[in-house]
């Protein structure tokens, strides 16, 4: 993630992009970026000054908690001790503070001044209009960053029309929407473009497992996670942060509460300190239950739960304080003990992460050597973090070198470059004879091998490959439990842990099988072809679904991790076959499901038929008004910059970027056209006007423009044909 805000924060220094998220997130604003870019424009990029926006924020926090906890206590001595513990928390806070995740640190000292502010509104003082604005804007632009801002929001937004309920039309309440609603425009651009999404669902079942992982990740806001096994005196003295901590925010529900039946029984809420605090306790009370109800909280994650900062280190100020009236020395006890196990916390924490970043970064070093040697300009890398770690140090050093991960990356500008290098170097950490075996079976054995730090490098891969066209389902002979591989309707699939084998009505030159697998897939498959269905001949190795595909004169990379949005090629000899089996071992048997196949024979006639240059292509789509062109993604790549704004392309091989023009799935009426390969272009003319799909059909070389007229049919783009949703 800090390299993916490096890479945005350099984009915008130059003004080559200006995101409103972090690339490749729909939920996640990018204000770290956007603090971290003139940063960037004075001094370039630096590892360094990736922390430089936390760092700023965390240590502007200091003063919104003095505020929040002199405002909610009614005493400037706690709010001294609420910004020390800001300023001295526990390791899993401090590492959000110094690091740039997702923007924590400005939720959280943003949320502690909307909440400063729903104090003071609670407390019957009046504001200067600009002031309520402000606060308003800053509300906005704290949803814009993370919706985990929401809760804060919501508490200022009900203390505020609760206040003043008596005059709902009220100048500070005008004053607060206004700002508010200035505040969210990039996030209403957000929603209006890419909609939000990975932001959880919201369910009360297994409430008791929600239970448990709150417990779980609140006690580890103070202890490590177990998978980092750390010295007993550490342990032992975050346990008694734990304690301490929690017993403050006990106490505090306990007093509020306390003051509140007093205030019931008449008296004035102004002249009692404590019952000020009643805004931090509705905001903890809410910030809980809304974190019960959301399923993202069974991940157990800290990050998520860093909100309850406010509250707990609040909690924590005003319970000392009340203790110093009755021992001195407890109180001091009380903030010396919290504040040192954090201190031992994050001392032995840090040390420890520091010699672990020694050892990256002279592995760093080494990739990036061993990668210059092999002058390439364009590197997939099957481990995520390391391909974006690799793409900044990229841009530190001012080499021209695309780095993408198995995923597609979060950067999309840098993923269509990688698509229009004709040479993409491919580095896996799997087993090079099983990955030079699945190359091998799709695209044949033209492809070169170099070390890159104990890595192989796949690269110079071009694929060979024969001329042909697809043989049509009514040519296969399945039983009924085969039907839904054939049926061209990607919505249903063959779920299986079986072999399965396809018949035709007569023998023939099959050179080229494409299969649609859905999110499962068997541990290996060997597909195995037969003239008479007596004799057998393996066209390969038992082998797992291959990662490449050939298209055009490049091997690309398999850009997801689950293979239902790209398919799966065999290209092979032709072969007389009248049986096609695909054989899943027994001893590797694994329940899968396959939405789709596809064949193909051998034919001469396509041999024939030359490119067009895609300026051409790009005429033809304006030519039939297109709104939105299908293409292979070698020609989406390539056309996308002539396309401009005019019409979109869509790519489904990056079907997880939050982009409408990235799904798949499309309405194929007015507007839309697909390119199709000359080999798949029969079939599907006579699918299409079985369905009575209204179309035109112009020649693109070794491709057919299939232009769309009125009405509309739901669709599925497969990346080389149309088949139905």
Known sequence: DAAVLGIMADDIANQIAFPLVYY????????????????????????????????????????????????????????????????????????????????YPEVVCGGALVLWFATRIWKGERLPPVVCALFGLLMGI???????????????????????????????????SAGMLMGLVPFWIIISHLA???????????????AM?????YKHLFLFYPKISAPSIISISGWIALGLSSVSLLALVFICFEDFRKHADGVERAANPNFKAAPVLVFLI??????????????????????????????????????????????????????????????????????????????????????????????????????????????????NLNVVDYKSSRDIRKVRLAEKDPDVGVVLTGPPNILEGQLNSCCGPDFKTDPVAGWEVLHKMRPKRWSAVSIPPDQWIVDERLKAISDKVFSTTLVSERSFTVEFKKPYQVTKIRAIWGGRMPALVDVKVSPDGDTWDSIGPPLPPSPFIPIEEKVFFRTLNRYERE????????????????????????????????????????????????????????????????????????????????YGVIQPSLHDFPDPL????????????????????????????????????????????????????????????IIDY
């Open 24 to 103: 490749g997130q729909g939920y996640m604003g990018s204000i770290e970026a956007w603090i971290t870019a003139p940063l960037f424009f004075i001094t370039g990029p630096t590892w360094w000054g990736l922390s430089f926006a936390p760092i700023l924020v965390s240590t502007l926090g200091i003063f919104a908690f003095y505020l929040l906890g002199k405002c909610a206590s009614g005493d400037q001595v706690a709010g001294y001790i609420a910004a020390l513990l800001w300023a001295a928390p526990s390791f899993a806070v401090n590492f959000y503070n110094i690091t740039p995740r997702g923007c």
């Open 213 to 217: 992982a709150l417990w779980f990740t």
């Open 142 to 176: 704290l949803i814009w960053t993370s919706l985990l801002a929401v809760p804060f929001v919501m508490t200022a937004l009900f203390f505020l029309f609760f206040t003043n309920r008596k005059n709902i039309m009220g100048i500070s309440n005008i004053a607060v």
């Open 567 to 646: 398919y799966q090629e065999w290209n092979f000899p032709p072969r007389t076959t009248k049986y096609i089996k695909f054989d899943i071992p027994e001893k590797t048997a694994k329940v899968y499901d396959i939405h789709e196949l596809f064949i193909y024979k051998y034919s001469k006639d396509t041999q024939k038929t030359s490119a067009l240059s895609m300026s051409k292509i790009n005429d033809m789509a304006l030519q039939h008004e297109t709104k939105i062109l299908a293409a292979n993604r070698w020609i989406a790549a390539n056309i996308a910059d002539l396309a401009g704004a005019r």
């Open 196 to 210: 939000l999404s990975d932001t959880g669902s919201f369910s009360v079942t297994n409430f008791s497992e929600r």
């Open 286 to 399: 809410l910030f809980i239950s809304v974190y019960l109800l959301d399923e993202k909280s069974l991940l157990r994650q800290s990050r998520y739960l860093l909100p309850l900062i406010v509250p707990l280190y609040v909690a924590t100020a005003i319970t000392a304080r009340r203790v110093w009236a009755i021992s001195r020395l407890a109180a001091v006890s009380l903030v010396v003990v919290i504040v040192t196990a954090s201190i031992a916390n994050n001392t032995w924490a840090f040390a420890r992460l520091k010699r672990q970043s020694a050892d990256e970064i002279k592995l760093t070093d080494r990739i990036m050597d061993d990668i210059e040697k092999t002058g390439l300009k364009s590197l997939v890398w099957i481990d995520y973090e390391r391909a974006h770690r690799l793409a900044f140090e990229a841009i530190v050093r001012g080499v």
């Open 662 to 721: 990235m799904r798949s799935r499309r309405i194929a009426g007015e507007g839309f056209s697909a390119l199709v390969d000359n080999g798949d272009a029969d079939e599907l003319k006579a699918w299409l006007a079985q369905r009575k799909v209204e179309f035109v059909i112009e020649n693109a070389g070794k491709y057919k423009l299939f232009a769309f007229k009125d009405g509309g049919r739901d669709v599925w783009w497969t990346g080389f044909t």
